[in-house]
């Protein structure tokens, strides 16, 4: 019996690989929730800043947008930057997590 309390060793090396597995998809997901991505407005007069959770951490807004956008054509300037923040963070969070997902389809 190993210390796990498994008498199969290939139960117990499963057990094993799983465990490491789950370690280091909860490395990543930290990695991830601690990134900062920013993503911009085509004309780059809006940029945001949303967390690796997806939350909004910040909106710059070029003074100059202020002075040719009226407050609807502003609101619709400020979600397009939200919206390419949010794109990029997808993004990037599928790149961390692709090679465990590479491993996972070679497993299947």
Known sequence: MDSAGFTDPEVAEM???LTRQQEEI?????????????GSSRGRE??????GTGELAEVSIDPAALRRFDAHDLGTVVTE????????????S????????AVADRLA
């Not at 809006?46 to 967390?51: D, E, I, L, S």
Request: avoid cysteine; charge should be positive.
């Open 81 to 92: 930057a939200v919206n390419d923040a949010r794109r990029r963070l997808a993004k990037a």
């Open 94 to 101: 599928e790149a961390r997590f692709a090679p465990l997902l």
């Open 46 to 51: 809006v940029v945001a800043t949303v967390r």
């Open 26 to 38: 909860a490395q990543v997901q930290r990695s991830v929730e601690a990134m900062l991505v920013k």
């Open 15 to 17: 057990v094993e690989h």
